[in-house]
């Protein structure tokens, strides 16, 4: 009966352009349960999200509250029905207070005025309720992430929430402070909220939620009872997918090692992370949220510093104290963000593929343009990029076009190691193809290739050797011909398996 549930959907389906994001998704969660809903990058679980909180609309199927059927037009009828989400990256007005932040849209007044005093108040009250050990006063900048996560939670309760929403919220919290989120997230539920929690981590799991449902390619695969379902077959569940063949990579024999890392640590991130990579390979380096893969790539770019560890180019030690170093080292770095960190969009296709290389055609005095755009011009079409002309805006290109510029841009610099930070994100499929194509090509001409990626069929098809990480550490490295879904994932969940286990047995 539908009674029985304080949120359904059926048949929910949300098409973006090129991209079906949910296909006929259900879901039904019961008054006072925690409910987890697990699945890979890429399942649809944050689409999913933003139909429930008003943020999508659906394109087709049906949603009910308390087994009325609803139209969610907007964020705020998602909150007139006492729905609240709180995202693992917590959007928040670091310069304002805490009771600003938990009442900012539903300020409290009196006589036609904000009145700070009684929302001071219930700021502090609500706090008292999370047994929070900061004020209400207190700059939201100055808190932790989990004491922000509180905060969020401090204002989910504060409009009256019914139906709360946890996205991955432990996945940059302690263990301490996850503990204290379970505590919290089950005195919710015991007062009668009822909380869809996303997660990852399977200790998250099975220390909260009484049934899991499991998402996979934009569907709805299944729920199941917590206490009867094995971690094999949740795995299972979540990856078992045929893998198409995508992936043109020609055999290479690969040369000497380029690049080695040796127990590389950065404090609060990730401890003793080693791996190396040779001429000519493609190294994927995969996990799921929370495994710090892109810091360690930083690191190694130097954009963040290590606390500890070696890096060897070539078999020489190094140190790389800045991005600078890297480049000279022979070192670059496709960024996961290449509209806001990679290329700049108002510039035109030439100039951004020589940016970094400028002072090879010139001097602060005099640009000699011919080779400028001659090196420009060949770059372009080793990538073969589809542009009229070497004017035309970044802007103006598509995500898969705007790749293939920043592939050119980090080859106009003499390097031996190409980091590449989710290479085929936010690009159709058919420019993804002609990305791998790319790929393949560089590494038959020598490079050695590290590929950060969390879309599996991406991971197995490309890399000649798999690099897995959870949590900050390092739990498996495969060959390609041993490497299978749900081998990787059981590496990439080997702390929180661990942990499982220990959490089943008490």
């Not at 989990?146 to 204002?155: H, L």
């Not at 060949?378 to 592939?407: H, M, R």
């Not at 990305?435 to 991406?458: F, H, K, N, T, W």
């Amino acid at each position: 009966m539908a009674e029985e549930f304080i949120l359904e959907l059926k048949g929910i389906t949300k098409i973006f352009p090129g991209v079906k994001a949910l296909d006929d998704v259900h879901f039904q969660l019961k008054k006072g349960e925690i409910h987890a809903l697990m699945g890979e990058n890429g399942a649809g679980k944050s689409t999913f999200i933003k139909v429930i909180t008003g943020v999508h609309r659906p394109d087709g199927g049906e949603i009910f509250i308390n087994g009325t059927k609803v139209e969610l037009k907007g964020p705020k009828d998602g909150q007139s029905h006492g729905i609240a989400a709180i995202y693992q990256h917590v959007t928040a007005y670091p310069h304002l207070s805490v009771t600003e932040n938990i009442f900012m849209g539903h300020e409290k007044v009196k006589r036609g005025f904000i009145d700070w005093k009684e929302m001071h108040q219930d700021a502090q009250a609500l706090l008292a309720q999370l047994n929070a050990d900061f004020k209400s006063t207190d700059e939201m900048g100055s808190l932790s992430v989990a004491q922000q996560q509180m905060v969020e939670i401090a204002k989910a309760l504060s409009s009256n929430a019914k139906i709360i929403i946890m996205d991955e919220p432990t996945a940059s919290l302690t263990k301490n402070e996850s503990e204290n989120l379970y505590r919290i997230t089950e005195k919710l539920r015991d007062e009668g909220a009822s909380i869809i929690f996303i997660s990852h981590r399977f200790e998250d799991m099975y220390r909260l939620a009484s049934r899991v449902t499991v998402f996979r390619d934009s569907k709805y695969i299944g729920t199941y009872d917590v206490d009867k379902i094995s971690n094999h077959d949740l795995i299972t569940a979540m990856v078992g997918r045929e893998i198409t063949d995508m992936f043109p990579k020609p055999e290479i024999k690969f040369g000497e090692e380029v690049l080695r890392v040796e127990n590389l640590c950065r404090e609060g991130y990730f401890k003793n992370v080693s791996f190396n990579v040779r001429a000519g390979e493609i190294l994927g380096l995969t996990g799921l949220v929370g495994a710090r893969r892109t810091e360690v790539i930083q690191t190694i770019y130097g954009v963040e510093k290590p606390n500890s560890g070696k890096i060897f180019l070539e078999g020489k030690e190094v140190r790389i104290r800045k991005p600078q170093d890297a480049i000279k080292h022979g070192i670059g770095l496709l960024t996961e963000d290449r509209s806001n960190l990679g290329l700049i969009q108002s510039w035109g296709i030439g100039r951004n593929i020589t940016l970094t290389e400028i002072e090879e055609y010139g001097n602060k005095f005099f640009t000699n343009d011919k080779a400028e755009r001659a090196a420009a011009k060949e770059l372009a079409e080793s990538v073969d990029t589809k542009a009229v002309s070497l004017f035309d805006k970044v802007s103006t290109l598509s995500g898969g076009n705007q790749q293939k510029i920043a592939v050119a841009k980090i080859l106009a610099s003499d390097l031996k190691v190409l980091i590449m930070d989710e290479p085929t994100k936010g690009i159709d499929v058919g420019a993804k193809a002609e990305i791998y194509d790319i790929m393949g090509q560089l590494a038959q001409r020598g490079y050695a290739i590290i590929m950060i990626s969390s879309e599996m069929p991406e991971i197995l098809g490309l890399s000649d050797r798999i690099v897995v990480m959870c949590e900050g550490k390092v739990t498996g490295e495969l060959s390609r011909e041993e490497a299978t879904q749900e081998l990787i994932l059981e590496f990439a969940m080997a702390k929180s398996l661990k942990e499982a286990e220990k959490e089943r047995g008490a």
